[in-house]
Protein backbone atom coordinates (compact mmCIF):
# COMPACT_ATOMS: atom_id res chain seq x y z
CA UNK A 1 0.00 0.00 0.00
CA UNK A 2 1.21 3.37 -0.66
CA UNK A 3 2.21 5.53 1.98
CA UNK A 4 -0.43 8.48 2.01
CA UNK A 5 0.19 11.78 4.75
CA UNK A 6 -2.66 13.63 6.01
CA UNK A 7 -5.40 14.53 3.25
CA UNK A 8 -5.86 18.13 1.91
CA UNK A 9 -3.43 19.72 4.19
CA UNK A 10 -0.48 19.78 0.98
CA UNK A 11 0.75 22.79 0.51
CA UNK A 12 2.02 22.13 -3.11
CA UNK A 13 1.25 23.99 -5.78
CA UNK A 14 2.08 23.84 -9.39
CA UNK A 15 1.73 26.72 -11.79
CA UNK A 16 1.29 24.97 -15.02
CA UNK A 17 2.11 28.59 -17.18
CA UNK A 18 5.35 28.45 -15.88
CA UNK A 19 6.37 25.00 -16.71
CA UNK A 20 8.61 24.29 -19.52
CA UNK A 21 8.38 20.43 -19.29
CA UNK A 22 11.76 19.21 -18.45
CA UNK A 23 10.23 17.05 -16.68
CA UNK A 24 12.63 17.29 -13.46
CA UNK A 25 10.04 17.64 -11.02
CA UNK A 26 9.40 13.92 -12.31
CA UNK A 27 12.83 12.94 -11.74
CA UNK A 28 13.33 13.79 -8.01
CA UNK A 29 10.07 13.23 -6.84
CA UNK A 30 10.23 10.20 -4.22
CA UNK A 31 6.66 9.80 -4.54
CA UNK A 32 5.43 10.14 -8.08
CA UNK A 33 3.57 13.20 -7.10
CA UNK A 34 3.87 14.24 -11.10
CA UNK A 35 3.20 13.33 -14.59
CA UNK A 36 3.45 14.86 -17.54
CA UNK A 37 0.43 15.69 -19.66
CA UNK A 38 0.57 17.95 -23.00
CA UNK A 39 4.08 19.08 -22.75
CA UNK A 40 3.66 19.71 -18.94
CA UNK A 41 3.59 18.61 -15.19
CA UNK A 42 0.83 18.35 -13.39
CA UNK A 43 0.01 17.02 -9.68
CA UNK A 44 -1.85 13.51 -10.28
CA UNK A 45 -1.08 12.03 -6.35
CA UNK A 46 -1.17 14.73 -3.84
CA UNK A 47 -1.62 13.00 -0.85
CA UNK A 48 1.81 11.25 -1.82
CA UNK A 49 3.74 14.58 -0.87
CA UNK A 50 5.36 14.42 1.69
CA UNK A 51 6.49 18.01 1.66
CA UNK A 52 10.43 17.26 1.12
CA UNK A 53 10.78 20.67 -1.40
CA UNK A 54 13.10 18.38 -3.53
CA UNK A 55 10.71 19.17 -6.80
CA UNK A 56 9.98 23.17 -6.01
CA UNK A 57 14.19 23.30 -5.60
CA UNK A 58 14.78 21.62 -8.75
CA UNK A 59 12.27 23.34 -11.08
CA UNK A 60 14.39 25.81 -12.93
CA UNK A 61 11.28 28.30 -13.52
CA UNK A 62 9.65 27.78 -10.25
CA UNK A 63 6.60 26.72 -11.11
CA UNK A 64 5.68 25.06 -8.12
CA UNK A 65 5.89 26.13 -4.44
CA UNK A 66 5.47 24.01 -1.39
CA UNK A 67 6.24 24.78 2.11
CA UNK A 68 8.54 21.81 3.05
CA UNK A 69 9.61 21.03 6.20
CA UNK A 70 6.12 21.39 7.71
CA UNK A 71 4.97 18.01 7.69
S1 LIG B 1 10.51 20.97 -12.93
FE1 LIG B 1 9.21 22.77 -13.23
S2 LIG B 1 9.43 23.33 -15.40
FE2 LIG B 1 10.22 21.23 -15.13
S3 LIG B 1 8.45 19.92 -15.63
FE3 LIG B 1 8.45 20.24 -13.41
S4 LIG B 1 7.09 22.00 -13.08
FE4 LIG B 1 7.66 21.98 -15.24
S1 LIG C 1 7.64 18.14 -2.24
FE1 LIG C 1 8.74 16.20 -2.56
S2 LIG C 1 7.15 14.63 -2.40
FE2 LIG C 1 6.11 16.58 -2.72
S3 LIG C 1 5.79 16.69 -4.90
FE3 LIG C 1 7.71 17.76 -4.44
S4 LIG C 1 9.33 16.23 -4.72
FE4 LIG C 1 7.35 15.14 -4.57
Do not use: W
Amino acid sequence: MAMKYMKNVVTLALNQDRCTGCQLCLQVCPHQVFEMNQGKAVIINRDACMECGACSKNCPTSAISVKSGVG
